[in-house]
């Protein structure tokens, strides 16, 4: 069964290049990215994880953790992190899972039941559905995916992005339209009345349609 938003994210143990971990006790009161990769020592992925090493402190601004995951073993992890700050300048300081014998691809059904229980063999190619982003809140529920092809390379200011609204909406009764980002204005939601509106929004709003009404965005 493919995991869908609002699906609690399933729980797991495994060895990280910072010890071992249990996920959910790992995740806490904060919010979480896990985000897959294939293999190591891949193209496309070093850039992903050598940028995301930059990005990091943004997400821990907004009290996010950031975890990543690739099918080979911590021990490669660990000489491959070498690799991707020679070439991008990112250290890589967040905790990488060793999927090797693939329980967390297949738990997360980035990788059938059937594909086997070892890395050993396995090409970027037969992982090739290891390719995910998932945004898990403090309530263990997941809040967005993001599935890429191995060829094109993930946007991680995107992600940062997506994680803006999701808070912000998860705090306030609105939407984010499209293209939004961080100070822009926002959709109250069609299920708020007029009346509620004029307490949750007293400084007013613009009709644009009965059921489109644009507001600053909330403080806080």
């Keep these: 069964m493919a995991l869908r938003i609002n699906d609690k994210a399933p729980d797991f143990e495994a060895e990280t290049t910072q010890g071992r971990i249990k996920f959910h006790d790992w995740i806490g009161d904060s919010y979480a990215i896990l985000f897959s990769h294939p293999k190591d020592f891949t193209p496309v992925c070093t850039t992903e994880l050598g940028y995301l090493a930059k990005l990091e402190p943004e997400f821990a601004k907004r009290n996010v953790k950031v975890m990543?995951?690739?099918?080979?073993?911590?021990?490669?992890?660990?000489?491959?992190?070498?690799?991707?700050?020679?070439?991008?300048?990112?250290?890589?300081?967040?905790?990488?899972?060793?999927?090797?014998?693939l329980n967390v691809a297949k738990l997360y059904d980035m990788l059938p039941g059937d594909a086997g229980d070892t890395s050993v063999g396995r090409t970027a190619a037969t992982n090739a559905t290891v390719r995910t982003v998932f945004i898990i809140g403090p309530d263990k529920l997941i809040k967005a995916t993001l599935q890429y092809p191995m060829s094109s390379g993930r946007n991680f200011d995107e992600v940062l992005r997506l994680v803006d609204s999701i808070q912000l909406t998860a705090k306030h009764k609105v939407a984010t339209p499209v293209n939004w980002k961080n100070g822009e204005d926002v959709i109250i939601v069609p299920a708020v009345s007029d009346d509620e509106a004029k307490t949750r929004f007293p400084e007013g709003w613009t009709t644009v349609k009965p059921y489109l009404r644009i507001v600053p965005q909330p403080k806080g």
């Excluded at 000489?79 to 991707?84: E, F, H, K, L």
């Design 68 to 101: 990543g995951l690739s099918v080979d073993p911590v021990t490669d992890h660990e000489r491959w992190r070498g690799d991707i700050k020679e070439v991008t300048g990112g250290d890589v300081q967040y905790p990488m899972i060793g999927d090797s014998h």
